[in-house]
């Protein structure tokens, strides 16, 4: 199907994105999306017929584990529920740990890169097939944009992807500003990687801002989009004509004009690129099938990729040091570059926080996540950091101390913690920091 030009919808800018002119379609975040109660701006945008495709962001189909049954199964409701003609998510592994490496299991809060090696794409492809088996309608997934690279890396970004594509038929999302990321952070050839990967299997095209820091592009979707990805956009163009492509933004959002003039842009950049020939994937828009007789991975491969996720991740969350192999300056990078991200997200998840400690939050917060990983969520972390405030008698003035201990008490609990349950925290965070 032909998507068209469409732009993220996010609750912060819903009335903008209504009022857009010439916007075919929308790409909301899955996992903030209620089954029970689909926003009123998304109900309005589908009666005018406009398609909403759910994107998700919290399967890590390229982590060690298998999918798990209940995040596949509300997916699945998501699409269902908007009637979807496609579902997305991304190459990536986002939690680590557990049973298979008998420590504790982490979250990233990140969309962290699967090394491309044989045993990380077999993982992958089994996984994906759960995922389609479990899915109404066809996947599609992004190749993610990285500050680091895996040492051993047996194929490149584009083999890698073709590869994916030839063994499940899964779609791709193909983004164009993690393409350009990935050529400043890991010298990667954007038109390399465009030429060795199928075009024909693309679904849409991703579309982003970011910004340069010492060297480090950061894809922080709170940018406007730069000259050097709209030139990769350009490069994806003259080969195919993407059934659709989408403005995404995150965060920072900008007056309605600008983000119309970037619309416009794009719109002006793909018309310029155009060789003049439509290509298969927008001539047809149909799904790949996979193939069949898969063949199973076995349990040691997955054991071996658990372990080396969960070294990887324990040196960006945990403070353990850089596994052998791996750019040590670049994950110290990537850790406080998650950090950030995490005090940020709570930030917006528990507004009442930073409004509470006014500007001791962040330091407050970045202390506090040196020495507690993220392992249940956003929500959950907020109520633990303000247990850790109460634990330490803080904050110290007495006004705000008595405000964060009700705000956690109507969240967490009927009372604060008391002195053994206080105790028995503090023990197991210290041990979960090693």
């Not at 406009?50 to 399967?59: A, C, E, F, I, R």
């Amino acid at each position: 199907m032909k998507l068209g030009i469409g732009i993220g919808w996010r609750p912060e800018i819903a009335d903008a994105v209504e009022a857009l002119p010439g916007i075919d379609w929308v790409e909301a975040v899955a996992e903030n999306i209620c089954v029970g109660h689909l926003p009123d701006s998304l109900v309005r945008l589908r009666e005018r017929g406009v398609t909403v495709v759910p994107h998700g962001v919290s399967l890590g189909l390229g982590g060690a584990d298998r999918p798990d049954a209940n995040r596949l199964a509300d997916l699945a409701a998501r699409a269902e529920l908007l009637a979807a003609p496609l579902v997305t998510e991304h190459i990536a592994f986002v939690r680590a740990g557990g049973p298979r490496t008998a420590s504790a299991a982490l979250e990233a809060g990140h969309l962290l890169p699967v090394p491309r090696t044989r045993d990380a794409l077999d993982v992958l492809c089994e996984n994906v097939r759960i995922a389609q088996e479990s899915l109404p309608v066809p996947l599609a997934l992004e190749n993610i944009a990285a500050l680091v690279s895996w040492p051993g890396e047996e194929l490149s970004e584009g083999r890698f992807l073709a590869e994916l594509v030839e063994r499940t038929g899964v779609r791709l999302l193909i983004d164009v500003a993690n393409l350009h990321t990935n050529h400043v952070n890991r010298g990667e050839d954007p038109a390399t990687a465009l030429d060795e990967l199928p075009v024909e299997a693309i679904a849409y095209v991703h579309v982003a801002g970011g910004i340069e820091k010492d060297g480090v592009w950061h894809d922080t979707h709170a940018h406007p989009v730069t000259r050097p990805v709209l030139d990769v956009l350009a490069e994806l163009r003259s080969r195919v004509d993407p059934p659709g492509v989408l403005l995404e933004r995150d965060d920072d959002f900008p007056p309605a004009g600008e983000l119309a003039a970037e619309l416009a842009t794009i719109r002006t950049t793909l018309d310029l690129a155009a060789p003049g020939a439509t290509s298969p994937a927008a001539a047809t828009g149909t799904a790949h099938r996979p193939p069949s007789g898969p063949t199973a991975v076995a349990d040691g491969v997955r054991d071996r990729l658990a372990g080396a996720q969960s070294a990887l991740l324990r040196a960006l969350v945990a403070g353990d040091p850089a596994p052998p192999g791996f750019d040590a300056h670049r994950l110290g990078v990537q850790g406080r570059a998650l950090a950030a991200k995490r005090a940020g997200v709570v930030a917006k998840v528990a507004p009442e926080l930073p409004e509470i400690l006014g500007t001791g939050y962040r330091p407050a917060f970045l202390a506090y996540a040196g020495s507690r990983p993220m392992s249940a969520g956003y929500r959950r972390d907020a109520l633990d950091f303000a247990e850790s405030l109460l634990i330490a008698g803080r904050p110290a003035d007495d006004a705000a101390r008595r405000e964060l201990t009700h705000w956690w008490q109507d969240r967490a609990a009927p009372r604060p913690p008391r002195r053994t349950t206080r105790l028995i925290r503090a023990a197991r965070a210290a041990l979960v920091g090693r």
